[in-house]
């Protein structure tokens, strides 16, 4: 099994920054995509970032140009940096994975979820 931990949640005053982690451990073959959701108090999940195994990118419009998404394939974490924070960004955020896992045949791809990191951002 494979499984996520986020860590670098907490409390930052509006305008500051926070930098997310998540780590992937556990037995599996390799890691595809990954990526960042949110839900805040009362609100639907939503997604905010995701980092492909191509390396490419995709950020919700509500962040682009405040928040990067980043990955370490060594240390199998990816990373969420996220400045110039806002009330509106406060949400319970998770970290969501495709791993690759071994099966009869081949590998399987298998969804992961991280238990969520709380970020406030409040004066």
């Known amino acids: 099994q494979v499984q996520l931990v986020e860590s670098g949640g907490g409390l930052v005053q509006p305008g500051g920054s926070l930098r997310l982690s998540c780590a992937a451990s556990?037995?599996?073959?390799?890691?595809?995509?990954m990526g960042w959701y949110r839900q805040g108090p009362g609100k639907e999940r939503e997604l905010v970032a995701v980092?492909?195994?191509?390396?490419?990118?995709k950020y919700a419009d509500s962040v682009k140009g405040r928040f990067t998404i980043s990955r370490d394939n060594a240390k199998k974490t990816v990373y969420l940096q996220m400045n110039s924070l806002k009330p509106e960004d406060t949400a319970v955020y998770y970290c969501?994975?495709?791993?690759?896992?071994?099966?009869?045949?081949?590998?399987?791809?298998?969804?992961?979820w991280g238990q969520g990191t709380l970020v406030t951002v409040s004066s």
């Open positions: 556990g037995i599996f073959f390799g890691i595809n995509a």
């Open positions: 969501n994975a495709e791993a690759l896992v071994g099966g009869t045949i081949g590998t399987n791809s298998l969804e992961v």
């Open positions: 980092s492909t195994s191509g390396g490419s990118t």
